[in-house]
């Protein structure tokens, strides 16, 4: 008796897979199929934790599962019963899971909820769901008021609790509030409610509370300001900042070994930087206006001894100590009597202006701007970020 052997062939091609079943060592059917379909129908035979092992060598968990658990197929209903048993096998074993991962599966969730688009009915039912589930979970005591804080946030975000009628809801709400903390003394909660409060009031409100705080409360007192201040200043590392204004005027001049006599000058002003007594810094400029504003425009001082930094070439400086405000004043006549030379002098034949300026008034259309169009409002915000 002939013994009948049945037998599938499969061939592998570039394209795709031959399948050829064979009977007695005769072909009966041939077929083309895909390699994803072989794979597949070969699934069935397969470990599911060497699949679970070779799906893991080339990808993450992230990686395999996020395309799955984003796919459409969710709003079908079709996992739900999968996503709700994934959700009870995690919060069912926290110490397995950790604490973190529970924590982020709940905030995850409540932030995804969004109870406007829920009957009255259902929005309660999810809401007694998610409290069984944190009743019936062993979190630690901390943990667990801080989870909860967390899920009530993120349901607020959600939902205007109160719709329109607000005001008159939350009023003695925050009144209870306040009684509470007040009568246990937990300054903590009064001074976050203040803070919370204050932000969002209207300011001609949170000065009415505070005036009877205030009101007798000097906020700010300069000392007795030499002539011709036009700032004063006083950083928070103890550092004052006085600007003394110098008007056109003629003044005597020493050029090396010569003297000039009642050389024209422009309108000036000179910045000092003060710590202690000691001078840490000083720059000197040059203006047109007559008065000073925000916007006026400063230029370069046109003789010598001024750095194209502004700051002066004084070596002196820090020999003079700053024992009363009032001589600051005096430094201005002390840098314009001192000796000049060519020292960053940026024209040409320095002996020749002050000979042409003598008994004469400097004419201030010869001033040269500083590079950017600099303003005596941006000269006095760069002195925020100068160093000694």
Not at 59 to 70: D, K, W
Not at 138 to 159: A, H, P, R, W
Request: charged content about 25%; aromatic content about 10%.
């Amino acid at each position: 008796m002939t013994q009948t052997v049945n037998e599938v062939h499969i061939q592998l091609k570039e394209h795709g897979t031959v399948v050829n079943n064979l009977w007695n060592g005769m072909s009966v059917s041939r077929n083309y199929i895909s390699p994803t379909d072989l794979a597949l129908s070969m699934l069935d035979i397969l470990e599911d934790s060497e699949i679970i092992r070779h799906l893991l060598s080339t990808n993450t968990l992230v990686e395999l599962f996020t395309p799955y658990l984003e796919a459409d197929s969710w709003d079908t209903g079709e996992h739900e019963e999968d996503l709700i048993q994934i959700i009870d096998m995690i919060t069912g074993n926290v110490p397995d899971y950790g604490e973190k991962a529970v924590k982020l599966l709940f905030t995850q969730l409540s932030s995804r909820f969004n109870p406007m688009e829920l009957s009255v009915q259902e929005t309660n039912k999810i809401l007694k769901v998610f409290i069984d589930k944190f009743s019936r979970t062993n979190f630690s005591g901390e943990y667990e008021y801080t989870l909860l804080i967390d899920l009530f946030c993120k349901i607020l975000e959600k939902v205007n609790l109160l719709g329109d009628r607000s005001v008159p809801f939350l009023s003695p709400i925050l009144r209870k509030i306040y009684q509470q903390a007040n009568f246990l003394d937990d300054k903590e909660i009064i001074n976050s409610l203040f803070e919370v409060t204050a932000s969002k009031a209207d300011k001609s409100a949170v000065l009415r509370v505070l005036e009877p705080y205030i009101k007798k409360e000097r906020v700010c007192s300069s000392p007795l300001l030499p002539k011709n201040c036009f700032i004063y200043q006083e950083m928070l590392d103890g550092t004052v900042l006085v600007g003394i204004e110098v008007e056109a005027q003629r003044f005597d001049v020493k050029y090396h070994r010569r003297d000039f006599k009642q050389v024209g000058h422009p309108n000036m002003l000179f910045l000092f930087k003060i710590r202690g007594q000691e001078v840490l810094m000083s720059q000197l400029v040059c203006i047109k206006d007559k008065l000073l504003k925000p916007t006026t425009q400063l230029y370069r001082y046109p003789f010598s001894n001024v750095f194209k930094s502004l700051s002066c070439c004084w070596p002196d400086l820090q020999s003079y100590k700053v024992k009363d405000l009032s001589m600051v004043g005096t430094l201005p006549y002390a840098f314009i009597n001192s000796p000049n030379n060519d020292h960053a002098y940026f024209g040409e034949n320095l002996g020749e202006k002050f000979y042409f300026l003598q008994d004469n008034d400097f004419n201030h259309e010869d001033l040269t701007p500083i590079e950017d169009g600099l303003t005596l409002s941006d000269w006095l915000e760069l002195q925020k970020f100068e160093k000694k």
